[in-house]
């Protein structure tokens, strides 16, 4: 069983930058796939991106609408896994969850879930 903790979360104007943090707990991974998802009102939860790491390197990968903006980074000595967000956007206002035990940007994909944390966009 893994425990997912997210923080962070909080209002910004537009063009403004946010850090979100999502702290394992329970039975962590030396190297497993840690993903963000957010659901905005109304709208399906979306794949924001992921990171995932072997002994040697780290790999990232984000979607279209995050890349260049949105960076995911880990603190393995923490058990932490961070968003920093950049030029926020009105469109980036979502909940905001970190997942693990899966792969891939389908939230179907992933059994572990945090309980998400907000974040508002205002224009």
């Known amino acids: 069983q893994v425990q997912l903790v997210e923080s962070g979360g909080g209002l910004v104007q537009a063009g403004g930058s946010l850090r979100l943090s999502c702290a394992a707990s329970?039975?962590?991974?030396?190297?497993?796939?840690m993903g963000w998802f957010r659901q905005a009102p109304g709208k399906e939860r979306e794949f924001v991106g992921s990171i995932w790491w072997s002994a040697s390197s780290t790999y990232t990968t984000y979607s279209d609408s995050v890349k260049g903006r949105f960076t995911i980074s880990r603190d393995n000595a923490k058990n932490t896994v961070y968003l920093q967000m950049n030029s926020l956007k009105s469109e980036d206002t979502a909940v905001y969850y970190c997942?693990?035990?899966?792969?891939?940007?389908?939230?179907?994909?992933?059994?572990?879930w945090g309980q998400g944390t907000q974040v508002t966009v205002s224009s």
């Open positions: 329970g039975r962590t991974f030396s190297s497993q796939v």
């Open positions: 997942a693990a035990g899966g792969r891939g940007s389908g939230a179907n994909d992933y059994a572990y």
